[in-house]
């Protein structure tokens, strides 16, 4: 049983095919890096699989049970986490309340032991507290807990934006483009992090980049995504040599070289 | 919490659990005013609660209502003591806001607060239609609170219709009890998912929070401490009817809460006190009040939007800045 | 028949008090989003207008024109010194700050105007009939011009440069300034097209009903409603609203009574805020 399973799936908006009766599978421990153009539709296809957005046509399995009709919370809470490319985190809060929030699918306690500071909160408190801690650190960002977000460089910002994707304890992660944005070093960093979440925690990452030496570098299997449609996937030294590919790619290049700016959505 | 904060929060506490009924005992007219502040305060701070999850309500009257009606009904029609009838009232209200959150935060932001204000009306309306809520008359003849006592020892005294001091502790306990409360849902982790959702709610939502799940769960808890203010009023004033509770006051909740600092915890109870002190100073000249009061909304929302108590605030961090700056006695 | 036929008038009629009530609300809404709750005071301002404008004889027209200029002036004029400033702050911003407008522009006119409400005596007299229904003379020519102001706006979102400009930064704010329209510019427009209608309307219908310092707080919520049931944030949906609602009304009223006749107004609100909050052709912010 693969871990994720997408059957033809498909979004229209109005008239706009955004992603075309797209299959793929992702097996338990792989990293599975997905390429594509700018517009190719990466963005909506973690839209759909997270459940942000609802398909038009087809079906998502997860664990071998189909999530097509549940909400985006429920999702992350069978084990479906995503980061988000843009729309910036907690900003009024401080590194570690942000990840004390995400620890949210932790919490077994309800208001009344909240409000009480019951014993049984003590305890959880503190343990999400240590897992917090350790999450940071791991992730780069020990000296930094007490920041207020809005004050973090871009590096650390999406450093964060991981972190708490993995405070929230998935089993399968969505990356939606970790490193862009980054220097040398920091990109590096991440990288190494990435790998050592499916190494040390044994999650089934997938990771949208444009960052084409990162990709190679991290992905077990390569996906490639253009106008919706899959046109190749498989280990990333075939994908690289695989015509349809290159020609999306260079498509984008020949088009910008006539002189037309070509405008993808 | 610094020190300044926890003495400053007892003295207040001394002040108004102590010194105000102490010096102002025989004085119905202070009492009453205070009693009007308070009960303003605790609705204004719901509104804040509700603003917690980003939304601002101008319909948190009809909580009010709502926790009116419960208690009148549950004293008048069904004998139950004020004592009881009292957090019933306020879970009747919760319970009612559950109900109508769902669809009604299906809508965000302004499209949201003008639901609230056709809300408003809407409720009154309907209230206003149906016989057995007493209709356009309303209720009257509802029973003061009871006194409670062990045998000879009285744990409450007789309320009657002279002696506002009963209700003053009554209310000014309610306010204690709401503060307390909401000062340490805001310190929980349901207080930090609030703010999330606020902040950035498709963050939240991916990290498993259901987000309209907890912004229903504000509006219940904003309306259950409305409705104990409702419950509170209506055995108070022992009279109401449907227009006692107008979109006006549901406006002014939230124009206190804003002029005191919606942010703050304190922000409604500074604004709903200062304002309500301000009308009773004017007092005769009571026509000047709706300028005076407009003047003072837009000053506050174009200078200093985080309301008077973001002026303290600004002071206070001068004055810090000042210390650094200035040379030290003795250079 | 012809009681069917007068109901309907007679909605149409109302409807179109409505929609010419509801329009400059519903402007600065789709334009800016920003919910002028002043707005039904602005409205005031201008019956008041027109109750000056009878007490010194000033002719009618003479009085609608100077609505439009002056209330439009102080439109763009407010715009600029207030709603300006906050802008781009969340919404919380805009609401309170009209809501302080609404109690400054009531608050002055009841110390100026005094708390009596006032007539203004018609300028037009006469029914018409035709077959067997009626109709009054000064009705028919507010609608009248009610149907001229409308269709110029509609002229003029559709066919005007400016009209387009505005209609795109209701769109798309950030699209609209990549293409060099200027939002300032635009902005203090929209509000003076929105207050200018609002004044216009003032003085419209004021002679068919009245006026007094407080009629903008009870007017709003009409306006709400119009909103409501043709969708917040849509020009033609004020024109099917306002329509609707008069139409609704003039039934209900004719059919049920009194008490019931309001209940059922709500309910009908109610209904359509819990099914489709968005009105029947808004762009509601739903999840």
């Known amino acids: 049983m693969h871990l994720l399973e997408v059957t033809g799936l498909t979004k229209r908006f109005g008239g706009l095919v955004a992603i075309a009766n797209l299959d793929f599978n992702v097996e338990k421990g792989v990293i599975l890096g997905i390429i594509g153009p700018n517009g190719a539709g990466k963005t909506t296809l973690y839209n759909l699989i997270t459940g942000f957005i609802k398909p038009t046509g087809g079906k998502v399995l997860f664990k071998g049970k189909d999530i097509t009709r549940l909400s985006a919370n429920r999702r992350a809470s069978i084990g479906l986490v995503r980061n988000f490319q843009t729309t910036g985190l907690f900003n009024e809060m401080t590194c570690l309340e942000s990840m004390m929030v995400a620890h949210h699918l932790s919490r077994k306690t309800w208001i009344p032991a909240q409000l009480f500071k019951s014993a049984g909160f003590r305890k959880e408190d503190r343990r999400i507290r240590e897992n917090a801690d350790e999450i940071l650190s791991y992730m780069g960002m020990e000296g930094l807990k007490d920041i207020v977000v809005k004050n973090l460089p871009h590096g650390h910002l999406r450093a964060l934006g ?44 997938l990771v949208v980049e444009h960052h084409m030496s990162a990709i190679m570098g991290l992905s077990d299997r390569i996906m490639v995504i253009n106008f919706g449609k899959k046109i190749a996937d498989g280990i990333p030294r075939d994908v690289v040599q695989n015509r349809d590919v290159i020609e999306a790619y260079l498509g984008v290049q020949k088009e910008r070289d006539n002189g037309s700016v070509s405008k993808k959505l | 919490m610094t020190t300044f904060k926890r003495v400053s929060v007892v003295v207040i506490l001394v002040i108004f659990l102590v010194l105000v009924p102490l010096l102002f005992r025989d004085s119905q007219y202070v009492l009453h005013v205070f009693i009007m502040c308070s009960q303003l305060s605790i609705v204004s701070l719901t509104v804040r609660v509700v603003f917690t999850v980003g939304e601002l309500s101008f319909g948190q009257v009809v909580f009010v209502m709502a926790g009116a009606y419960a208690s009148a009904i549950l004293s008048t029609k069904m004998g139950l003591p004020f004592w009881i009838s009292l957090p019933l009232s306020g879970l009747v209200s919760a319970a009612f806001a559950t109900l109508i959150g769902r669809p009604i935060l299906r809508l965000r932001g302004t499209y949201f607060s003008i639901l609230t204000v056709i809300l408003t009306e809407v409720a009154r309306q309907g209230i206003r239609s149906l016989k057995f809520l007493g209709g ?36 000014a306990f309610l306010l204690t009890i709401t503060l307390l409360v909401l000062w340490r849902l805001e310190k929980s982790p349901t207080g930090a998912v609030f703010r999330a959702t606020r902040q950035n709610a498709a963050v939240a939502e991916s990290l498993g929070i259901n987000v309209t799940r907890y912004r229903i769960l504000a509006l219940s808890i904003s309306a259950f401490f409305a409705g104990l203010v409702g419950s509170f009023s209506a055995h108070y004033i022992t009279i109401f009817y449907p227009e006692t509770f107008s979109l006006w006051n549901s406006i002014d909740y939230v124009l206190y809460a804003f002029i005191g600092g919606i942010e703050y915890l304190w922000g409604p109870i500074v604004g709903s006190f200062a304002l309500t002190w301000l009308w009773e100073y004017l007092g005769p000249s009571a026509q000047y009040r709706m300028v005076l009061f407009a003047v003072l909304v837009i000053a506050v929302i174009l200078f200093f939007p985080g309301g008077f108590l973001s002026l303290v605030k600004s002071m206070q961090s001068l004055r810090i800045v000042l210390r650094k700056v200035l040379p030290k006695r003795g250079d | 028949m012809g009681e069917f036929a007068q109901i309907v008038i007679n909605g149409l009629i109302i409807g179109l008090s409505y929609v010419m009530l509801s329009l400059g609300i519903t402007l600065t809404f789709s334009i800016r989003r920003v919910i002028n709750i002043a707005h039904a005071d602005i409205y005031m301002l201008g019956g008041f207008m027109a109750y000056f404008g009878s007490q010194f004889g000033i002719n009618y027209f003479l009085v609608l024109m100077a609505a439009l200029v002056v209330l439009g002036c102080l439109g763009a004029v407010l715009d600029t010194l207030l709603f300006r400033r906050v802008r781009d702050k969340g919404p919380a911003g805009p609401m309170v700050l009209s809501l302080g407008l609404m109690y400054l522009i009531e608050g002055v006119a009841l110390l100026a105007f005094g708390e009596k409400v006032k007539g203004v005596p018609s300028v037009f007299k006469g029914v018409i009939h035709i077959g067997s229904i009626s109709f009054g003379v000064e009705r028919l020519i507010v609608m009248g011009i009610s149907l001229l102001l409308i269709t110029g706006l509609f002229l003029f979102l559709g066919r005007v440069k400016w009209g387009q400009a505005m209609r795109a930064l209701a769109q798309d704010p950030e699209a609209a300034y990549l293409q060099g329209i200027d939002i300032n510019r635009m902005s203090m427009l929209c509000f003076a097209l929105g207050f200018s209608l609002a004044g216009a309307a003032g003085v419209l219908l004021t002679p068919l009903f009245y006026v007094g310092y407080a009629v903008g707080s009870t007017l709003i919520f009409k306006c709400f409603m119009v909103l409501v049931i043709g969708g917040l944030g849509s020009v033609l949906g004020c024109l099917v609203g306002g329509l609707l609602l008069g139409l609704i009304e003039a039934f209900v009223v004719a059919y049920v009574p009194g008490q019931l006749a309001v209940l059922i107004m709500f309910a009908l609100i109610l209904v359509i805020l819990l099914v489709r909050p968005q009105g029947l052709m808004g762009r509601g912010e739903l999840t």
Request: aromatic letters at 8%; glycine letters at 8%; proline letters at 9%.
């Open chain 2, 136 to 171: 356009p008359q309303g209720f009257h003849g509802i029973p003061r609170p009871e006194s409670i006592h062990i045998g000879k020892f009285i744990l409450v005294p007789e309320f009657n219709t002279t002696d506002r001091l009963p209700y003053y502790f009554v209310i």
């Open chain 1, 162 to 205: 991981v972190a708490l994707a993995l405070a929230a304890n998935p089993e399968l992660l969505l990356l939606d483009e970790p490193v862009t944005g980054m220097n040398e070093t920091e990109t590096e960093n991440m990288i190494e992090k990435i790998k050592g979440i499916r190494a040390e925690r044994g999650i089934t990452t």
